[in-house]
């Protein structure tokens, strides 16, 4: 028999904590602070020197030489008329979906009243300018496009900018698929730039040679990308905010002895084949299923396109088979993993779906796959990696909106609260906080 394309950990029988689990999940070896020295030059360069960095770093990163980073709008007209058919209405109906979900993410803005006469609103305001990256490396990724603009349209961003690499097989310019999405939504302003240079592009802004503004800078960043990509947004975080770090596409099935394998296996490799360091975890207590979705991998790894990428990624030491005692111990595991993909794939699969607390985004049940959440469900792609599900969440409106308190008291209502503020205020040896208050009733009869 071959060598097995998952190893194996076997926690059966054993007792762990939060703490014991997070140490024996499966995880890739990437260190984003690593590649910060790469980073940090080209940014700089960016920062500096402007379009002149740009132009000369995709042809150093890219093999493209171009004397424009911005896309000309007949190009994505162009992109639009000859995209296919069935590519166009496959869009379309993505981005019908997307524009329902996203929609019902918007934050309503809401007025209290503390006192009579005192009041505290919170007003949602959208940002006034976001840089959107998509990829385009190994694969075209016009889904990107969607999951991006989609969220920032529906909280009302105004300016709205995407950056995507150039491309040597279409002479320097964005790849047409991502440039016909980009008409589709309504995006007129497209740059051929990728890697840190576009990140650094968008936080900074950039000057041509001459001095003319070319690219204005932006209040949010966000988009996946590889680790480079991942390593300038957090160069670059403080000056921009920015939507997350992404590092490689997870996915992590809970399944029992009643899933299929067939489709575990399928789904395994349908995010296996995004990258080698993709990472691929079932997590399961049957033997007998892990052992099914061993023996189905082996006839649809060769059989996939980029079957070299998919064996890459499942051999490596980032994917794996978890066996546990139960569901309840798998629900354990899949919590301390906080995968970006979740599977369920058990018996009452909603009832353990209700239950999972870690995750991006969560898929129940047999005909729910991550692959309809990558393109078609309506739900947001760009999600949360490494492990930073547990504590964040995937791109949304609320990644484009900020809340804004705005407080609105008569000098009755600060009349009655005044003794307290001082009082805090001395507390806190912080006298003119205090003073600040009790100078609106100076001269008064106490």
């Given at each position: 028999?071959?060598?097995?394309?998952?190893?194996?950990?076997?926690?059966?029988?054993?007792?762990?904590?939060?703490?014991?689990?997070?140490?024996?999940?499966?995880?890739?070896?990437?260190?984003?602070?690593?590649?910060l020295?790469?980073?940090?030059?080209?940014?700089?360069?960016?920062?500096?020197?402007g379009?002149?960095?740009?132009?000369?770093?995709?042809?150093?990163?890219?093999?493209?030489?171009?004397?424009?980073?911005?896309?000309?709008?007949?190009?994505l007209?162009?992109?639009?008329?000859?995209?296919d058919?069935q590519?166009?209405?496959?869009?379309?109906?993505?981005?019908?979906?997307?524009?329902?979900?996203?929609?019902?993410?918007?934050?309503?803005?809401?007025?209290?009243?503390?006192?009579?006469?005192?009041?505290?609103?919170?007003?949602?305001?959208?940002?006034?300018?976001?840089?959107?990256?998509?990829?385009?490396?190994?694969?075209?990724?016009?889904?990107?496009?969607?999951?991006?603009?989609?969220?920032?349209?529906?909280?009302?961003?105004?300016?709205?900018?995407?950056?995507?690499?150039?491309?040597?097989?279409?002479?320097?310019?964005?790849?047409?698929?991502?440039?016909?999405?980009?008409?589709l939504?309504?995006?007129?302003?497209?740059?051929?730039?990728?890697?840190?240079?576009?990140?650094?592009?968008?936080?900074?802004?950039?000057?041509?040679?001459?001095?003319?503004?070319?690219?204005?800078?932006?209040?949010?960043?966000?988009?996946?990308?590889?680790?480079?990509?991942?390593?300038?947004?957090?160069?670059?975080?403080?000056?921009?905010?920015?939507?997350?770090?992404?590092?490689?596409?997870?996915?992590?099935?809970?399944?029992?002895?009643?899933?299929?394998?067939?489709?575990?296996?399928?789904?395994?490799?349908?995010?296996?084949?995004?990258?080698?360091?993709?990472?691929?975890?079932?997590?399961?207590?049957?033997?007998?299923?892990?052992?099914?979705?061993?023996?189905?991998?082996?006839?649809?790894?060769a059989?996939?396109?980029?079957?070299?990428?998919?064996?890459?990624?499942?051999?490596?030491?980032?994917?794996a088979?978890?066996?546990?005692?139960?569901?309840?111990a798998?629900?354990?595991?899949v919590?301390?993993?906080?995968?970006?993909?979740?599977?369920?794939?058990?018996?009452?699969?909603?009832?353990?779906?209700?239950?999972?607390?870690?995750?991006?985004?969560?898929?129940?049940?047999?005909?729910?796959?991550?692959?309809?959440?990558?393109?078609?469900?309506?739900?947001?792609?760009?999600?949360?990696?490494?492990g930073?599900?547990?504590?964040?969440?995937?791109?949304?409106?609320?990644?484009?909106?900020?809340?804004?308190?705005?407080?609105?008291?008569?000098?009755?209502?600060?009349?009655?609260?005044?003794?307290?503020?001082?009082?805090?205020?001395?507390?806190?040896?912080?006298?003119?906080?205090?003073?600040?208050?009790?100078?609106r009733?100076?001269?008064?009869?106490?």
């Amino acid at each position: 028999m071959s060598t097995p394309f998952l190893r194996r950990i076997d926690l059966r029988g054993q007792t762990l904590d939060a703490m014991a689990l997070r140490s024996v999940v499966p995880r890739a070896d990437v260190d984003v602070a690593a590649a910060l020295a790469s980073v940090a030059p080209i940014c700089e360069d960016v920062r500096t020197r402007g379009v002149p960095a740009l132009l000369e770093l995709t042809e150093r990163f890219d093999g493209v030489r171009t004397t424009d980073v911005r896309v000309p709008a007949h190009a994505l007209t162009d992109a639009l008329a000859a995209l296919d058919p069935q590519v166009r209405a496959a869009l379309e109906e993505s981005i019908r979906r997307a524009r329902l979900v996203h929609a019902d993410q918007r934050r309503t803005s809401t007025t209290t009243q503390v006192v009579p006469g005192g009041t505290v609103a919170e007003r949602w305001v959208p940002v006034g300018r976001v840089g959107l990256y998509v990829p385009g490396g190994r694969a075209v990724y016009p889904s990107s496009v969607v999951m991006n603009v989609v969220p920032a349209q529906a909280a009302g961003v105004t300016s709205i900018a995407v950056t995507s690499p150039a491309q040597k097989e279409f002479g320097g310019s964005v790849h047409p698929t991502i440039l016909a999405a980009c008409a589709l939504l309504g995006v007129e302003e497209v740059y051929a730039v990728g890697g840190a240079q576009a990140i650094a592009m968008f936080a900074y802004g950039a000057r041509d040679a001459d001095g003319t503004v070319v690219v204005q800078p932006v209040d949010v960043v966000t988009g996946p990308g590889n680790i480079y990509v991942a390593s300038a947004k957090r160069y670059v975080q403080g000056v921009v905010g920015i939507d997350s770090e992404a590092g490689p596409t997870e996915i992590a099935v809970l399944a029992d002895a009643t899933a299929d394998p067939v489709h575990v296996a399928a789904d395994l490799v349908s995010q296996a084949e995004h990258d080698p360091m993709a990472a691929a975890v079932l997590v399961t207590d049957s033997t007998a299923l892990a052992d099914a979705v061993e023996e189905a991998l082996v006839g649809r790894v060769a059989a996939t396109k980029h079957a070299g990428r998919v064996e890459e990624a499942l051999r490596g030491r980032q994917s794996a088979v978890v066996l546990v005692d139960d569901v309840d111990a798998g629900l354990a595991v899949v919590d301390a993993y906080a995968a970006e993909h979740l599977e369920i794939q058990t018996a009452d699969a909603r009832a353990v779906a209700a239950r999972v607390r870690n995750a991006g985004a969560v898929f129940v049940g047999a005909h729910s796959p991550v692959s309809l959440g990558d393109y078609c469900a309506g739900s947001n792609h760009v999600l949360p990696t490494g492990g930073t599900a547990a504590h964040s969440g995937g791109l949304s409106v609320q990644t484009f909106l900020r809340g804004v308190h705005v407080v609105d008291y008569d000098e009755r209502a600060l009349r009655e609260v005044a003794p307290h503020v001082v009082a805090l205020a001395q507390s806190e040896d912080l006298p003119a906080h205090g003073d600040a208050v009790t100078a609106r009733f100076a001269g008064e009869q106490r």
